[in-house]
């Protein structure tokens, strides 16, 4: 989120995730994560991350998608700064990090909001235009998977891209508008920024329409996301860098 607020939220202690689905190309099996000093430390089977890290507090997540957070390339409608008191709002759907907008081409994306712009997604792509989603500073746009349905599902029939290509757009494009270099996965080494999600149907969706392509297999190595089509999970746990900034997990009712 913003810089101050990381520096003020102290990094959370070593945290072993247990029971979760991660979303990682690299290790798609994984069912548990180990958190430490601000870094994913460890990804790997459930039973070997008992026997390897049992000394660490362990957070039992079964059955939640763990992802990497929503970024907002485009926060604001006029460039302005994001008002910092919206942070905790943004953390509670699953933002890490929001930039000032507003939509347009910006250091090679382009950077569209799915809700109030329409755009030749497939055809920017094809082109190798690397795409970042947003608000656009819209109340109506506030939860980020309606940003993946709008490229994915709403749009343009001939346009749709895969709800891949829109989350990593809705992710690792506002990474890349930001300068960071992101892998669009998670996995090791990565500082520890991510959001748990409460157990949903998971499934992997090919180009919309055109191709009828799912599958549930994790040996595919193409991460696992919501099913879209049920509605939006909720946020459980948004943790940037090692601090958390939103937490449901561990709460009655939560």
């Known amino acids: 989120m913003s810089q101050n607020d990381t520096i003020e939220t102290p990094i ?52 939640c998608l763990v992802t990497p957070g929503f970024v907002d390339a485009a926060a604001t409608p006029d460039g302005a700064a994001p008002d910092p008191a919206d942070e905790a709002d943004a953390a509670s759907r699953g933002i890490v990090l929001r930039l000032p907008g507003p939509t347009g081409e910006r250091d090679g994306v382009q950077i569209v909001a799915p809700l109030t712009e329409t755009a030749d997604y497939l055809d920017l792509l094809a082109a190798g ?5 947003g608000s656009a500073g819209e109340p109506a746009a506030a939860d980020p998977w309606d940003w993946v349905r709008g490229a994915a599902r ?11 290509a829109a989350f990593l757009a809705a992710t ?23 959001v748990v999600w409460e ?13 009828d392509s799912w599958s549930t297999d994790p040996r595919s190595r193409t991460p696992l996301l919501p099913d879209l ?22 709460q009655a009712g939560a």
Do not use: C, N
Not at 199 to 211: F, N
């Open 12 to 63: 959370a202690p070593p945290t072993l995730y247990t029971g979760i689905v991660l979303y990682s190309a690299k290790d798609p099996e994984a069912a548990a994560m180990l958190v430490a000093d601000g870094l994913i430390a460890w990804t790997g089977p459930e039973d070997t991350a008992r026997v390897l890290h049992g000394d660490v507090p362990e957070i039992d997540a079964t059955g």
């Open 129 to 133: 235009t690397p795409l970042a989603f």
């Open 154 to 164: 709403t749009s343009t029939p001939a346009q749709r891209i895969s709800d891949r």
């Open 172 to 194: 690792r494009g506002g990474q890349r508008v930001a300068g960071h270099r992101h892998p669009g996965s998670l996995q090791t080494g990565l500082p520890a920024t991510f």
């Open 199 to 211: 157990p949903w149907d998971l499934t992997v969706q090919s180009h919309a329409e055109r191709v």
């Open 229 to 250: 089509d049920q509605g939006t999970p909720r946020v459980l746990r948004t943790v940037v860098e090692g601090r958390i900034l939103h937490d449901r997990l561990g």
